[in-house]
């Protein structure tokens, strides 16, 4: 293969293998904190999907957060970017009314704490509706993706 032909094939492939950065010991390690176990479950469990299927898990979230694809793809690309993190963030983005990228940066901030000192930090108390819309989003995702939910996340 010549020089030439192997940096096309490199560029053609380049974008796929920034978007896999979710690897499986990141995903084990991931602990959310958001004060709510199913909730919590269902981010673990998202992380597990995005090792496999970066580019379902960025188009399903382009389409509930309305955040493009390519800032989406930026973000999951960061160094240690937890793919939950930027899901929990653009979706309460959308419940809240905040930009996803100030939630992102919060829960960035709030490093080991999780979830909850990085909502407390932004003043954000979510009340019950709040949290069925959050959960209610994270189903949708999982029947586009064609996923099983986690057993927290079934019924009720």
């Known amino acids: 293969m010549t020089g030439r032909r192997l940096l096309v094939l490199l560029m053609l492939l380049w974008p796929g293998v920034l978007l896999a950065e979710q690897t499986a010991q990141m995903s084990a390690a991931y602990q959310p904190d958001t004060g709510r176990k199913d909730i919590d479950a269902g981010l673990v469990d998202i992380n597990y999907y995005v090792e496999r299927h970066p580019d379902a898990f960025v188009d399903a979230l382009h389409h509930q957060s309305g955040v493009a694809r390519p800032q989406l793809q930026q973000w999951l690309q960061q160094p240690g970017r937890q793919a939950a993190d930027l899901y929990l963030a653009c979706q309460l983005a959308v419940i809240v009314e905040q930009p996803c990228q100030q939630l992102l940066q919060a829960r960035d901030a709030a490093g080991d704490e999780g979830w ?24 949708r995702s999982y029947q586009v993706w064609a996923r099983p939910l986690p057993q927290r996340l079934r019924g009720g």
């Open 116 to 139: 909850q000192a990085a909502l407390q930090a932004q003043q954000i108390r979510l009340d019950n509706r709040q949290w069925r819309a959050l959960r209610q989003a994270i189903v």
